[in-house]
């Protein structure tokens, strides 16, 4: 049995490095995956970015500040329509589960510009 045992301490000592480095690297179980994250501003007629692409399946977080007034970010397809106040960082989050292209858009009347207010979410297989 003792001849054993330096085997198993030195197969540890071997292994606790690479399972300590794969543990970064997966989430825990029960654990939801690291989301998306993107900074976005709002401002006079206009979404920066205005074209976002993602992964179908990820779980998507849209940080967005309201730069000059009070705006909405409505992206009907994913059941999304929030106020964004201004200077305040609104954190949208979502699953992209659909591929395809949707249109996002201002919800809020900012403007003359308004109806031009848009952008698109590219959700790739």
Excluded: W
């Amino acid at each position: 049995m003792n001849r054993l045992r330096p085997f198993s301490m030195s197969c540890l000592l071997f292994f606790l490095p690479v399972i300590a480095a794969m543990a970064g690297h997966a989430p825990a179980a029960g654990q939801a995956p690291a989301a998306h994250e993107i900074q976005m501003t709002a401002r006079k007629y206009q979404f920066d970015p205005s074209v976002i692409t993602v992964k179908k399946g990820e779980v998507v977080r849209l940080i967005i500040t309201a730069l000059d007034r009070k705006h909405g970010f409505q992206l009907k397809e994913f059941g999304i329509d929030q106020v964004l106040l201004k200077g305040e960082p609104t954190t949208i989050e979502f699953t992209a589960d659909k591929a395809g292209t949707f249109e996002f858009k201002c919800s809020v009347f900012c403007g003359f510009g308004h109806g031009k207010m848009k952008g698109k979410l590219v959700v790739e297989e």
